[in-house]
């Protein structure tokens, strides 16, 4: 509140303030008002203090009283004259100001990327000041997003949760984690505030806009990229033009395409069918020969990651079913190589197209089946993306329950517990590099040759310490075995028992004897006792981690030996 | 050819006036509302009715009547045939009205009718005239064109021409040949329809009206409704609505301005205008400015340092597990009885979130939390301190400090080597005798045992009344006697071990003779008996005794009551027989009390929160005084050094003081649970020793050492268990032999233990 008072704003505003300025409260060395209170920066309020923005917010501020009062007084002719002339406000320097650098902007995308794909399915709403407008920037920056990460094959991991499809980006050295929520409608819940997410969404938008921007422009494209749905004479000038001009554009038109494509699938929105219209103008450029050029004029700078990830699908064709998430398979697919066709309208070739190999499908039973190709549940290209390596297909098809779906961000081994199916994953990527590896001649081979031996050597050690610890663990079982039976024979010479640390007496009279376990237990707490505080305090606590974590590895173990035994 | 024409004109005449008669009644069957104006011009027909009619009657009159006056009937009608065609203004109206006039004058003898009204009249009627004009000029039928194009012309200009103006088709039409004013007059004479014939002197014709318009004017000269089937006295129909009307219909006549431009509207036009001109209203739109634009264009800029305080940035969010797949392993889906378990859980410690399975993709719902989550990370964003934090990523053994080995620091006592059994109450005290041969114990069942070490077996049994506190052997190996604490009373006991030299000696000590003159202030607390059943001593007490102390000679021994400042602690001398107080005032509830080992006159006093050193042979106040920080001492042991000190207390602390370096403890050492009873130090190997409540004894290598410089070091060495808890109560006490490194422990399980190494 003393914030508010020499800043002279009201909560809101100065909420809203921190939001788009990214301050945020500090934890102080020490609190002098008490633990209850929130503490900000001096120098974070005064910094508030000379923003400009605050300035605006003000002047709107009072705007908005001229339009209340006009309307007050009936004057509905001057209140909508005013409101056509609101002032309005850019955040533009302030992201520049948060985020000097684009790695800095890079680095904080992961929120931004999730609300606005979450944005971006959300029915609009005028009860929760959601406008329609809003939607649309946010699932037409979001597609821009995609298609910049499918043209650039930066994408590396994919995860279906059930809170959503979790997709996992490089670029430039930072990893991105994004969240889309499932394409089905979502619904508003009543204890959430509009009015915070709004502005937070506010500033992503314009973040994520300038980011696409900044992108694209490395990319030589245009942003943002020419594909109004409303100017279709200009989309067939599109295609007109993507004969002849250079890389450049054609990546343009490949984007359009990807754009459009992914927004075809709005069948609820009414202007659907005018994309629709406009894809069947750009479609032709996206033949797959298109897509061929484009990856065989791709920069030699590319990391070897990004080579594995664009060769992975890199001969295959792939037909969606109805069913199938087409949003989310369409940008994995060509991010991974792979060329992609739908059943709809627009689709750049049919179902009956000779040359597909895989039939994406997520019915129970496929109707006509064509021998030329496999029928695969979604599922599988997931697994194949994390794995990557092309799986066997047998038990992701049509009608079987799929293999487990495992989230590619677990490391297994520090998790202490893996999974059957991730062993057997494991088992096949090491094939595959063994069957990849007597191959002769192809560079790719020859570049991926480094890595086939380093995921060897990982899986090598991995196994490696793996045995070690059994073997740990059986030496210790026999050591206490070796003690107890010295215990026993020792037992009875008091004297002598002294040597040992870890003893027993054996004296006729005792009638309570102190287990193994105890003695041990106290041996290994001794030294706490001469820990300060601070440090027994911190050892209890890492203690009490390290047993939840085991806990729940045992509990996860318990339950698989419980499963085995009912089968 | 001529003649022709005039037959015509006069044919059409004859048309005209019929019309305009029709139209006359007609416009005011239409105008009914307009009452007055029609009226008005019912009235003026009617004058001219009157005139025909009495031209009807006799001629004379109407002779002298166009002798004298103008005719203006004619003209009447002609003028207002011209304003039907033309326009109904003012202006023109008047100047209608002066041709009028004019004409007048002129045709004075071309009349056939020769009406007369006085001129006055006129300029009504033509006024009047005119406004019904107005009126019937809205319908059709009267803009028949006139034969005479001439116009609104005074018709004067023709008078000395052949013609009276020109036809439609441009022709001269020209005037018809007058005739004598006699010939006439006779022809009107001779014609008995004269009386109905009108000259129209514009188009130079004669009119002749028919049966039904002489009719028609007749109703009008009555005052009557032109049309017969008029019903003048129809029922009022009240259009207007007085529904809402609160206020009368204003008479007020329509004010001027609400016909004139406005003068103020006119100012701010040109305002208007001027501002536009100066371009200070600008009525295209500024130009948007591109929104997005190459913001991060050249990072070199960037590597100027912010001036603000440091970014920390937020933390990013934790990566799914393999549990939150849609299609997780079988084993990561909790059991239904695990599901119920969480149920019963405290809302914080149950899982966020429970894995479910689906089996294809298609059949995932969408998720219900998804607003929620991202709303409560919004919130972290903004409304979290975020504080740079480092993690230990490290192996927690890795914490635990290195200890010497144990083995090099042996021999400790470590495990249970005896049990002595008797007692049928709880120990609450050991006291081993300083040769170590022997040990007394007393207990709460009023007994006091003494046992001899080696062999447990019960060496003697005094059996008292009330629930002993505490025993104290005599540390002088000469001298066996036992100083018990039962309730007020502190016996000295003769435990009859020694030789019989040693027995003469204490029987001689313990027989109480004439005893020495007391201060008054110190018999009342005190007072010295013979103990009948034992043979010892009695010293009566006025309060409960918690703890006896021997002075290292032997001589002295100290007792602690509950009692404030001088009294709470008295020393009694046992060869003199005599008791002092304490010579110094004192702060608190004194807990426990100890004598120095090395220097004589030095006393250490605990009371709950602090520990106090004296010096009784100065009697001065408190030298020292350490600040434990503990909430309630219990207990107090002193290292044969002297110059370090244990203090345990009930919250389980345990103090290490070196006295000569602070006042502060050295080291806290929290080891048990519950309250600590006692502490102890070894006479002569580095041990020290704490029990507690919590039915266990700890073990410690405590060395000091000689140079000063170095610190203690203080190692623990083993946790003694084995004594049972009861009735909430576990360790009371412990001793250590005085030889040996082993440790008595008295156990509220009326058992007492002997640790060996």
């Known amino acids: 509140s003393q914030a508010l008072k020499s800043l002279q704003v009201n909560l809101n505003l100065f909420r809203r303030l921190c939001i788009v300025k990214g301050i945020f409260p500090r934890e102080p060395k020490k609190k002098v008002k008490g633990n209850h209170h929130t503490y900000y920066h001096v120098k974070d309020i005064s910094f508030l203090q000379h923003e400009p923005l605050l300035e605006k917010f003000r002047e709107i501020k009072t705007y908005q009283k001229k339009v209340q009062k006009a309307k007050a007084k009936k004057n509905e002719e001057l209140a909508r004259l005013l409101l056509t002339r609101q002032p309005t406000y850019k955040l533009d320097r302030l992201i520049r100001e948060r985020y000097p650098t684009f790695i800095d902007a890079l680095r904080d995308l992961d929120d931004c990327l999730t609300m606005v794909h979450l944005f971006a399915v959300l029915p609009a709403s005028d009860r929760e000041n959601l406008e329609v407008k809003r939607v649309h920037n946010c699932r037409r920056l979001s597609h821009e997003w995609q298609a910049y990460i499918s043209r650039t094959h930066a994408l590396r991991k994919v995860f279906v949760s059930v809170k959503g499809i979790y997709y996992q980006a490089e670029l430039e050295g930072q990893k991105i984690t994004w969240l889309t929520p499932h394409a089905i409608q979502q619904v508003f819940t009543t204890d959430v505030d509009f009015g915070v997410l709004l502005t937070f969404l506010e500033f992503y938008e314009t973040l994520l806009a300038f980011t696409n921007f900044k992108l694209y422009h490395s990319l030589n494209v245009k942003y943002p990229p020419i594909l109004d749905s409303r100017l279709e004479a200009l989309a067939a000038d599109l295609y007109a033009l993507s004969r002849y001009i250079d890389a450049s554009s054609r990546g343009m038109t490949v984007e359009a395409k990807a754009d459009a494509s992914s927004s075809s699938q709005s069948n609820d929105r009414a202007e659907s069918e005018l994309r629709l219209a406009q894809l069947q103008h750009q479609l032709p450029s996206s033949e797959p020969g298109a897509l061929m050029h484009l990856v065989a004029d791709k920069e030699v700078e590319e990391d070897e990651e990004t080579r594995a990830c664009k060769s992975l699908f890199k001969d295959l064709k792939f037909f969606l079913s109805r069913e199938v998430p087409r949003e989310s398979l369409l940008f994995v697919l060509p991010a991974f190589g792979g060329t992609v066709s739908w059943e709809g309208e627009g689709a750049p070739f049919k179902e009956d197209d000779e040359s597909i190999t895989h039939h994406i499908i997520d019915k129970p039973s496929a109707g006509h089946m064509y021998l030329s190709r496999e029928y695969v549940q979604p599922q599988w290209i997931y697994d194949c993306v994390n794995a990557r390596i092309i799986l066997p297909t047998e038990k992701y098809l049509v009608g079987r329950i799929p293999p487990p779906h495992l989230s590619p961000f677990v490391d297994n081994e520090a998790e202490g517990y893996v999974p059957d199916y991730a062993e057997t994953i494991k088992r096949l990527q090491a094939a595959a590099r063994n069957d990849v590896l007597p191959l002769p001649g192809v560079g790719k081979e020859d570049l991926e040759d480094p890595q086939n031996l380093l995921y060897a050597g990982v899986m090598s050690r991995a196994e490696e310490a793996e045995a070690a610890k059994t073997k740990k663990k059986m030496a210790e079982l026999e050591k206490q075995y070796h003690e107890e039976l010295k215990k026993e024979v020792t037992g009875s010479a008091v004297d002598d028992v002294a040597a040992a640390p870890v003893v027993e007496g054996g004296d006729g009279e005792e009638s309570s004897v102190p287990d193994a376990a105890q003695i041990a237990q106290d041996t290994a707490d001794m030294p706490t006792l001469m820990m300060s505080r601070k440090k027994r305090k911190l050892y209890d606590a890492m203690k009490i981690g390290q047993k939840k974590k085991s806990e729940s590895v045992e509990r996860i173990k318990q339950r698989k030996k419980n499963l085995k035994a009912d089968q | ?757």
């Not at chain 2, 049309?227 to 329509?254: G, N, R």
């Not at chain 2, 597990?321 to 392993?329: A, D, Q, T, W």
């Not at chain 2, 010293?539 to 290292?552: G, L, R, T």
Request: charged share 35%; glycine share 6%.
């Open chain 2, 1 to 757: 050819m001529t003649k022709k024409k005039s037959e015509a004109a006069n044919e059409d005449q004859t048309r005209d006036t019929k019309k305009k008669s029709v139209s006359a009644v007609k416009s005011s069957q239409k105008e009914k509302p307009v009452l007055a104006k029609q009226v008005k011009s019912s009235k003026e027909e009617e004058d001219l009715l009157l005139d025909s009619a009495t031209d009807s009657d006799y001629d004379g009159d109407s002779l002298s009547g166009s002798l004298n006056s103008d005719d203006f009937d004619s003209d009447v009608f002609d003028s207002e045939d011209d304003a039907s065609q033309k326009e109904t203004e003012g202006g023109d109206k008047d100047s209608s009205e002066d041709e009028l006039e004019l004409h007048g004058n002129e045709d004075s003898d071309d009349d056939d009718e020769g009406e007369q009204v006085d001129s006055e009249n006129d300029e009504e009627d033509g006024s009047d005239e005119e406004r019904e004009v107005a009126e019937e000029s809205d319908s059709s039928e009267d803009e028949v064109a006139p034969r005479n194009t001439v116009g609104d012309v005074p018709l004067e200009w023709y008078k000395d021409e052949k013609h009276i103006g020109y036809d439609i088709t441009g022709k001269k039409i020209t005037k018809k040949e007058k005739q004598d004013k006699l010939d006439s007059f006779l022809a009107n004479m001779d014609d008995s329809k004269n009386w109905r014939k009108i000259y129209d002197e514009y188009n130079d014709e004669e009119v002749e009206l028919t049966k039904e318009e002489s009719k028609l004017i007749r109703r009008m000269l009555k005052g009557e409704a032109p049309h017969a089937d008029f019903d003048p006295y129809a029922p009022y129909v009240d259009w207007f609505k007085w529904d809402d009307a609160i206020h009368p219909l204003s008479s007020a006549p329509e004010p001027k301005r609400r016909f004139i431009p406005s003068k103020w509207e006119a100012k701010k036009v040109v305002k208007y205008v001027r501002a536009i001109r100066k371009g200070l209203i600008k009525f295209d739109k500024p130009e948007e400015e591109p929104n997005v634009y190459l913001l991060w264009g050249d990072d070199s800029a960037s590597d100027q340092k912010s001036k603000h305080l440091t970014y920390i940035p937020p933390p990013k969010l934790k990566l799914p597990g393999h549990e939150e797949s849609y299609n997780p392993s079988l084993e990561y889906i909790p059991t239904e009885e695990e599901k119920a378990a969480y149920e019963l859980m405290y809302e914080e410690d149950r899982p966020k979130f429970i894995p479910k399975r689906f089996t294809s993709l298609r059949s995932i719902p969408a998720y219900e939390n998804a607003l929620k989550e991202s709303f409560d990370r919004c919130l972290d964003l903004y409304l979290c301190p975020r504080v740079r934090k480092k993690r230990i990523n490290i192996d927690p053994e890795s914490l635990k400090p290195k200890l010497p080995s144990r083995k090099d620091l042996r021999p400790y006592p470590n495990s249970c080597y005896l049990e002595y059994k008797g007692h049928t109450g709880a120990v609450t005290s050991v006291s081993p005798d300083c040769s170590g041969q022997w040990i007394a114990s007393g207990s709460a069942d009023g007994s006091v045992r003494i046992w001899e070490v080696e062999t447990g077996r019960c060496l003697k049994v005094w059996q008292f009344k009330e629930a002993v506190k505490c025993v104290a052997w005599n540390p002088l190996p000469d001298f066996p006697i036992l100083a018990v604490a039962i309730g007020q009373d502190l016996v000295i006991l003769n435990t009859e071990l020694g030789t019989d030299e040693e027995q003469q000696k204490i029987e001689e000590l313990l027989r109480l003779g004439t005893l020495p003159e007391q201060d008054e202030a110190v018999a009342a607390i005190v007072s010295w008996l013979p103990d009948e059943t034992y043979g010892g001593i009695k010293i009566k007490h006025f309060k409960n005794i918690s703890y006896v102390d021997w002075h290292p000679r032997g001589d002295y021994l100290s007792a602690v009551m509950s009692a404030g400042e001088t009294r709470g602690v008295v020393i009694h001398q046992l060869s003199m027989h005599k008791t002092q107080r304490l010579p110094i005032k004192m702060r608190g509830l004194p807990v426990c009390t100890l004598f120095h080992p090395t220097h004589r006159g030095m006393f250490i006093i605990a009371t709950k929160k602090n520990v106090r050193v004296f010096n009784l042979q100065k009697r001065e106040l408190a030298i020292k005084k350490l600040e434990t920080g503990l909430r309630e001492i219990s207990s107090m042991a002193i290292h044969p050094g002297g110059d370090n000190l244990i203090v345990g207390s009930k919250e389980g602390k345990m103090c290490w003081f070196d006295m000569d370096l602070s006042s502060k403890p050295y080291k806290t050492l929290k080891n048990h649970p519950k309250d600590i009873t006692n502490v102890a130090f070894h006479r002569s190997y580095p041990l020290f020793a704490s029990c507690s409540e919590d039915s266990t004894a700890y073990v410690f290598h405590g060395k000091v050492y000689s140079d000063l410089n170095e610190n203690p070091l203080i190692v623990p060495l083993e946790i003694l268990r084995g004594h049972s808890t009861s009735s909430n109560r576990g360790v009371l006490d412990c001793k250590f032999h005085p030889r040996q490194p082993w440790l008595f422990t008295a156990g509220a399980d009326s058992v007492i233990k002997l640790y060996c190494h």
